[in-house]
């Protein structure tokens, strides 16, 4: 408990489990789904892990409600954070990026993505 998802990742190898995307992509779209744009959740220490294991998203610092406009120019979807995964996954530079220390493919969050 306390740590972050990219610790997480290292100490199980590199790999997600299948729950644990489920559970990130319920993060993503609970956003969605309250209008809220994270504005950093491509960054795994912001993701941390819960008393029971459960993954939490903190740090809303750069957070900012999704408006009209928004939902006009990027879609309409509360699937709209997941595009996040992109950088989270795919992406080898800036903090808590996933890229570079996991071993497996996380193919349901990216599914999702």
Not at 44 to 59: K, P, Q, R, S
Request: with cysteine; hydrophobic share 40%; aromatic share 6%.
């Amino acid at each position: 408990p306390g740590s972050t998802l990219k610790t997480l990742v290292m100490e199980q190898g590199g790999r997600l489990t299948e729950d644990q995307q489920v559970r990130l992509i319920e993060i993503y779209e609970g956003l969605g789904s309250a209008d809220i744009c994270h504005g950093d959740a491509a960054n795994a220490n912001n993701f941390v892990v819960g008393t029971a294991g459960v993954l939490h998203l903190i740090d809303f610092g750069m957070a900012a409600c999704l408006t009209k406009d928004h939902r006009r120019i990027w879609g309409d979807s509360p699937r709209l954070n997941l595009m996040e995964v992109g950088s989270l996954v795919f992406e080898s530079t800036g903090p808590g990026r996933l890229k570079d220390i996991l071993t497996e493919h996380p193919e349901r969050l990216v599914a999702a993505y």
